[in-house]
């Protein structure tokens, strides 16, 4: 799976209903049609092992790579990501097996979106110090990465474990598999340039954005992908004008065109939109954006 650098392109979030914490997932086949229909590039997927009443957000309920396998038989052409899988909770092997088993069976339409992990909670329920979640997640990612080359390459030893020659993890990816660091995850920015494919960031003012992919470029020679996200709450008017949500707005169309433009110009490559705070019901907020938004900003080309 590929993402475009120096265009901007849209995904959207699971769970593609505006429900509540926990989400009813009734209507998903139905939905991931019509974001795939929408030309939608990418469709996004969250990694929630335990649901936490602090927190108030069960993700889209399903273990993300089972339902990324359903979603991708349900669809052709849409991108299938995670953002983010917390790999300091699931042991390496099982997900580079995991990811390129999908990869295989999409026909190479998975990007992983990794992450530390930070809902406190969850780390005694695997066992796990959250303390050590930093060097936790740097020796996840170069497990992963080693297990998904081909042959049988000797891995170093970390605290997952390693794997000696005779051993081969399989199958290996069908097209390169996008490793994409959310936040910071403990990590410099130097590190993350060096050792991911690209970055997912919280949505910021088109100042502070401008400035943070600035430096991204400045240390990533080869191009890599800045993406972002933001919550949006699409007013049937088209002038409404914005309002602030948490991590996003409510607007209408015609401010969301000019905030598109504002995000492409300020360096992002990739948007991805959570409709979990509309007010209008979802279908029709995914039709209103495939007709008048998505084509703007095509998916290919």
């Known amino acids: 799976m590929r993402f475009p650098v ?10 593609l ?30 990694d929630v092992p335990l649901h936490s009443y602090e927190f108030r957000d069960a993700g889209q309920i399903y273990d993300p790579f089972v339902h990324m396998a359903y979603v991708a038989a349900c669809t052709s052409r849409i991108g299938l990501a995670t953002a983010a899988t917390v790999i300091t909770l699931r042991h390496p092997i099982h997900v580079a097996k995991m990811a390129a088993s999908l990869d295989n069976l999409s026909g190479g339409r998975l990007a992983l979106g990794v992450a ?20 936790s997640f740097r020796d996840s990612m170069d497990f992963i990465r080693k ?7 000797r891995t170093t030893a970390n605290r997952w474990g390693g794997v000696d020659m005779g051993l081969e993890m399989l199958p290996k990816p069908s097209s390169p598999i996008p490793l994409l660091v959310t ?12 050792n991911s494919d690209g970055w997912i960031v919280y949505g910021d003012s088109p100042e502070r954005t401008a400035t943070a992919t600035a430096k991204w470029r400045s240390m990533t020679p080869t191009p890599l ?14 002038d409404a004008p914005a309002m602030p949500l948490r991590y996003g707005f409510r607007a209408g ?37 495939g007709e008048h938004i998505l084509p703007r900003y095509p998916s290919e080309g």
């Not at 209903?17 to 996004?44: Q, S, Y």
């Not at 992002?268 to 019901?281: C, E, G, K, M």
């Open 183 to 194: 936040g910071n995850c403990g990590q410099s920015p130097q590190w993350i340039a060096e």
């Open 253 to 289: 169309r015609n401010f969301l065109l000019k905030y598109l433009e504002t995000m492409e110009a300020a360096g992002v490559d990739h948007l991805i939109i959570s409709l979990r705070q509309s007010s209008r019901p979802v279908p029709d907020v995914i039709a209103e954006l």
């Open 17 to 46: 209903t505006n429900d509540g914490p926990v989400p009813d997932m009734t209507h998903d086949a139905e939905r991931v049609r019509m974001v795939e229909d929408a030309g939608f590039h990418t469709l996004w997927f969250r």
């Open 6 to 15: 120096g265009r901007l392109t849209l995904g959207i979030g699971e769970p």
């Open 147 to 153: 297990l998904w080359r081909p042959g049988t390459p």
């Open 116 to 135: 530390t992990g930070d809902r406190e909670e969850e780390f005694p329920a695997f066992r796990q110090k959250r303390a050590e979640r930093a060097e």
């Open 225 to 238: 992908p800045y993406i972002s996200t933001t919550n949006v709450d699409l007013l049937e008017d088209p």
